[in-house]
């Protein structure tokens, strides 16, 4: 069975600062999607970006980048430019591109912004 | 686009009844849908995955009679918590899977069994 750890419960950063949450996970599958999802004090899952296991270029959306390390079953997401929007819980997912759909959630981090 | 909402938002409900929490796809067909339940601070817990149709596939050790889930038509999953307890009192959340890879999520739901 897969899984998903993230090793940081909690992380903050001054505002306008860069941070990077870990997740790594285990799989003995090649191909596969890996998620970053926010969840807000609203508690909304966010989707803020997705990988996908057999490319090799790193995922980016706006202020929001991934370094994806397959052979060390790696995926850190680094936000940069910190805003106060950007206080939530952060859960990175593993997706088998086999058969069961399911996500497999980290136990999550909690991002703090600092004014 | 990818919008998935649920109903109600919150309920509270007397011990022994039950409670239905709708899902739906606001904008696309949903050919997958999940239902996850999350513990304070905590990560969420799959509960079953159900396919338009069909029925669900419950994971492992979650009741299939105290949970039932419908998912009768593309853009609607519901969950009954039939005869809710206490310790069923929980946030439920659904998710919807269209034609991409990506699920979508509802703003979940906090139940509240008295």
């Known amino acids: 069975a897969q899984t998903v750890t993230q090793s940081q419960p909690e992380m903050s950063v001054q505002e306008a600062e860069t941070v990077t949450l870990s997740c790594t996970y285990d799989?003995?599958?090649?191909?596969?999607?890996l998620f970053w999802y926010k969840q807000p004090p609203s508690r909304q899952m966010i989707l803020v970006i997705r990988?996908?296991?057999?490319?090799?270029q790193n995922a980016t959306e706006n202020r929001f980048s991934v370094n994806f390390q397959k052979a060390a079953k790696s995926f850190s997401l680094k936000i940069s430019d910190s805003q106060l929007g950007d206080a939530a819980m952060y859960f990175c997912?593993?997706?088998?591109?086999?058969?069961?759909?399911?996500?497999?959630f980290g136990t999550g981090t909690r991002l703090t912004i600092i004014p | 686009g990818a919008v998935v909402s649920q109903h109600p938002s919150r309920v509270i409900c007397k011990s022994g009844t039950s409670v239905k929490i709708e899902c739906r796809s606001l904008?696309?067909?949903?050919?997958?849908m999940f239902w996850y339940r999350q513990f304070p601070k905590k990560s969420l817990m799959l509960m079953a995955t159900?396919?338009?149709?069909?029925?669900?596939?419950?994971e492992q050790g979650v009741e299939k009679d105290k949970f039932l889930i419908n998912h009768a038509s593309l853009t609607l999953s519901t969950l009954t918590v039939t005869s809710a307890h206490p310790e069923d009192s929980s946030f439920y959340i659904c998710?919807?899977?269209?034609?991409?890879?990506?699920?979508?999520f509802g703003p979940g739901t906090r139940l509240t069994v008295l």
């Open positions: 998710s919807a899977r269209g034609q991409s890879d990506t699920q979508y």
């Open positions: 799989t003995s599958e090649s191909d596969y999607y």
């Open positions: 990988q996908e296991a057999y490319k090799q």
């Open positions: 997912a593993y997706r088998s591109n086999f058969g069961n759909e399911k996500l497999t």
């Open positions: 904008d696309f067909q949903a050919t997958t």
């Open positions: 159900s396919n338009e149709g069909s029925k669900a596939t419950y």
